[in-house]
């Protein structure tokens, strides 16, 4: 069974790769948080890497739940939730800015900050741990051709 690219379909990668990035972000960050912390510091500490092999197991569980069965709707349901991770990053930064201000001209002040966020090394990891396991994920789940018999008389 395949999964055609309908409205549901859609809808349905939407409401999952948004609970995986609630999970992501907090349930898997907090268990990460557990990882004795590097001494040295740098970008590719213990934590970090912990934390990026964990979000691509959970991408696959995920990918699995949304039924993708082949390397396109994997790859597909990655990039929605991708998508879906810098929506969420975006509307939490607006969000948390108007709360903390009040004021809507701060909004604006801060929404130049947004593309340098995105121009950052960090958001082609996160572009990676959604799509490459989705997209793995779908191509194993494809049905495979059944091998050729064997007929010798």
Partial sequence: MKLKCTCQTVERAIV?????NYLINTVL???VALVP?????GI???QYITFVIGSAFLVGALTWWY?????KSGAI???IGFAMAIATA?????SGVLAQTGSLSAVVGVLPNFWPFLANWSTLILAGYWIIPAALMGWYMQPKAAAPMSGGM
Wanted: without cysteine; proline residues 0%.
């Fill in 29 to 31: 960050a907090a268990v």
């Fill in 90 to 94: 975006f509307v939490t930064g607006v």
């Fill in 16 to 20: 999952i790769s948004f609970l995986g």
């Fill in 37 to 41: 912390a590097s001494a040295t510091g």
């Fill in 44 to 46: 590719f500490t213990a």
């Fill in 67 to 71: 039924g993708a069965r082949d390397l």
């Fill in 77 to 79: 349901f990655g990039a």
